[in-house]
């Protein structure tokens, strides 16, 4: 969920010379069953992502304290389940049943939520900053490499959902009032940070399909990431992390 002071490490997901896969729609690149297989995953595992932000973020609309805040909350679940449902139905459209595409993915993202369940209302906000913009930079990276028609989706449903810049006013106002939550939160971003790149590199590691694609390419048909850019890609995104925490006015 990128803003002015959330800008992921690659804004513009199109490819400047797209090549092979990247610069062929759906239809053309979906003749690889290999490609079509780490779309299916990509999709899953981005709807399922969607769905548990939905829960999430109405789950941490009770720890909201005031009335507005606590219709923010809800206006932003209500947008992320309208990116669970365009994903859903375009796995439909790929005649691929969701939760069969969902499922893999499940335990992984219920697992990441359990470890980093916030125990108050800024820690909550600042899971939301920090934890789904990382996860965004690291979908935004893998939609370089897709189709024309999928990469569009995949942009799309990772647009801002209002809750990058409501995270940043209301944490940077809290600190202001209270200085030593600083260092609290600061520790529990680090914390977030640690735990949303194990998620992102299990997601690489543990799909075939998927690693396929983005450390050599499929088919030869996608310039893919080697080994050493997959490497790059991580330092990007924790250079995008370190940018956000000083836009919460936290030390990364």
């Given at each position: 969920?990128?803003?002015?002071?959330?800008?992921?490490?690659?804004d513009d997901s199109t490819p400047a010379e797209a090549t092979g896969i990247a610069s062929q729609d759906w239809a053309t690149a979906s003749a690889s069953p290999q490609y079509r297989a780490a779309v299916v995953d990509l999709l899953g595992a981005l709807a399922y992502g969607e769905l548990a932000a939905f829960e999430r973020l109405a789950e941490d609309a009770k720890l909201a304290p005031t009335l507005d805040d606590k219709a923010e909350l809800a206006a932003m679940a209500s947008a992320e389940f309208h990116h669970f449902e365009q994903l859903r139905d375009r796995l439909a459209k790929i005649e691929v049943e969701p939760t069969a595409a969902m499922q893999p993915f499940a335990q992984g993202v219920d697992d990441f939520h359990r470890q980093t369940a916030p125990s108050d209302w800024l820690e909550g906000l600042v899971k939301a900053?920090?934890?789904?913009?990382?996860?965004?930079?690291?979908?935004r990276e893998v939609a370089s490499h897709l189709d024309t028609d999928t990469r569009a989706l995949v942009v799309g449903v990772l647009d801002d959902t209002g809750h990058g810049n409501f995270a940043v006013e209301k944490v940077r106002a809290a600190i202001e009032a209270d200085p030593r939550c600083g260092g609290r939160l600061a520790l529990w971003a680090r914390r977030l940070m640690g735990e949303a790149l194990s998620q992102a590199q299990r997601v690489v590691a543990e799909r075939d399909a998927l690693s396929t694609m983005l450390v050599g390419g499929v088919d030869g048909m996608a310039a893919g990431f080697d080994l050493a850019a997959v490497g790059e890609?991580?330092?990007r995104i924790t250079?995008?992390?370190?940018?956000?925490?000083?836009?919460?006015g936290l030390a990364a």
């Open positions: 969920m990128p803003t002015v002071e959330n800008a992921s490490p690659a900053y920090v934890g789904d913009s990382i996860a965004s930079d690291f979908y890609m991580f330092t250079k995008a992390h370190t940018k956000r925490m000083a836009a919460l």
